[in-house]
């Protein structure tokens, strides 16, 4: 049976940094494996214009002081932009991918959420060309912003491409992770990719319960498919499981706790896409 994949458009935003390099090579390679359209996304950051030096300019030399330097301002922002967007393009022709390309004046993270509402899936890099560490630890603010806001699946890739053979799949029965089970099951039985699902209990029952709906919903979908049974806390179990080596990509859902024991505790979704060394899809 032909079955409809979801991600049939993909929005891979770029700022030329090495791990926006990375994210690109796994942009491409998903899109190749699926048979995905694919578009290119670079933001030219409204801040760097409007930021606190330009305003200071403008404030201490007057206005034609700072719009002469605008237009340079500019003008080096487009053609870099040009370059950055032109190597991935390249990147896409070597794969046989056609990839797109689009440049947008903005604050980042918004153009992204924004223009990704038009796409099935964002795929970005965890950090970016401005990250720095901050009290967001080692994920990038854009990153995290786009996962808590955008309503689209986003796929956040580390700083090393590696081909993936396989995918693992987070479940704990909450809605995200249902979808994170569709989606999984697509992926899988479009680039045959095999699946192994985690579940985290402590409760035997609902374990057994969780595993036995998963086998349910596979049975609809051509896929080879294991189901791991652990005792622990979720995001030390999965990032465990991660550092094993068994797969090459994490699905999982995203923030799925409430907003008070994400504070106590920390999200199981932040704490494993700052520390894995895969690429993790997120579904809300």
């Given at each position: 049976m032909t079955r409809e994949l979801s991600f049939k458009n993909l929005l891979l935003p770029t700022d030329g940094s090495d791990y926006s390099r990375a994210a690109a090579a796994y942009g491409i390679y998903v899109a190749k494996k699926i048979s995905s359209r694919i578009t290119a996304l670079h933001v030219m950051d409204v801040k760097i214009i409007q930021g606190p030096l330009f305003s200071d300019v403008a404030f201490y030399s007057g206005l034609p002081v700072?719009?002469?330097?605008?237009?340079?301002?500019?003008?080096?922002?487009?053609?870099?932009?040009?370059?950055?967007?032109?190597?991935?393009?390249?990147?896409?022709?070597?794969?046989?991918?056609?990839?797109?390309?689009?440049?947008?004046?903005?604050i980042i993270e918004d153009t992204i959420i924004r223009e990704g509402e038009k796409f099935d899936m964002i795929v970005l890099a965890r950090r970016g060309e401005h990250f720095?560490?901050?009290?967001?630890?080692?994920?990038?603010?854009?990153?995290?912003?786009?996962?808590?806001?955008?309503?689209?699946?986003?796929?956040?890739?580390?700083?090393?491409?590696?081909?993936?053979?396989?995918?693992?799949?987070?479940?704990?029965?909450?809605?995200?992770?249902?979808?994170?089970?569709?989606?999984?099951?697509?992926?899988?039985?479009?680039?045959?990719?095999?699946?192994?699902?985690?579940?985290?209990?402590?409760?035997?029952?609902?374990?057994?319960?969780?595993?036995?709906?998963?086998?349910?919903?596979?049975?609809?979908?051509?896929?080879?498919n294991e189901t791991l049974i652990l005792r622990g806390r979720e995001d030390k179990e999965i990032l465990r499981f991660i550092k094993e080596g068994a797969v090459e990509m994490m699905v999982m859902g995203a923030y799925g706790r409430g907003r008070l024991k994400e504070f106590f505790l920390g999200s199981?979704?932040?704490?494993?896409?700052?520390?894995?060394?895969?690429?993790?899809?997120?579904?809300?």
């Open positions: 700072y719009y002469e330097f605008l237009p340079k301002i500019e003008e080096a922002l487009n053609k870099r932009a040009d370059s950055i967007l032109e190597e991935v393009r390249k990147e896409g022709e070597k794969s046989g991918v056609l990839v797109e390309v689009r440049k947008i004046e903005g720095h560490f901050n009290a967001g630890g080692l994920l990038g603010s854009t990153a995290e912003s786009v996962v808590r806001r955008s309503k689209r699946p986003v796929l956040i890739t580390p700083a090393d491409f590696k081909e993936i053979e396989s995918i693992g799949l987070a479940y704990d029965g909450s809605g995200p992770a249902s979808s994170a089970l569709k989606i999984a099951a697509e992926l899988s039985e479009t680039a045959r990719w095999p699946i192994t699902t985690l579940i985290v209990s402590e409760d035997s029952a609902n374990a057994a319960d969780l595993a036995r709906r998963v086998d349910e919903f596979l049975e609809n979908y051509d896929v080879d199981t979704t932040s704490n494993v896409i700052r520390s894995s060394d895969i690429p993790v899809l997120l579904m809300h």
